[in-house]
């Protein structure tokens, strides 16, 4: 029976990563984007977090790719 289930999870796996891969290169998936928004939003997080020791002002990007949305979060005192 082990080597059944094996057998039956390695299928299920194989579907599910069909699936990813299917998802992420069709044509309405808008992968770059998505991409390009987390790793703004990471970005925004990481400036954010160390306005308070440089001192310095950031400027958060709020925006969706392709737009222009921006807002600033002061540093101390700002």
């Known amino acids: 029976m082990n080597t059944f289930t094996e057998a039956l999870v390695t299928i299920a796996t194989a579907i599910v990563g069909l ?3 299917a998802t ?4 309405n998936a808008q992968t770059p984007q998505v ?5 703004s939003a990471f970005s925004n997080a ?7 020791v ?4 950031v ?3 709020l925006s969706y790719p392709g737009s222009d949305l ?6 101390p005192g700002g």
Request: proline share 3%; aromatic share 4%.
């Open 70 to 75: 921006t807002t600033s979060f002061g540093g």
């Open 24 to 27: 992420l290169v069709s044509k």
């Open 35 to 39: 991409i390009q928004s987390a790793g």
């Open 46 to 52: 990481l400036g954010v977090a160390e306005s308070p």
């Open 54 to 57: 440089t001192g310095t002002s």
């Open 19 to 21: 699936a990813i891969v």
């Open 59 to 61: 400027s958060l990007n």
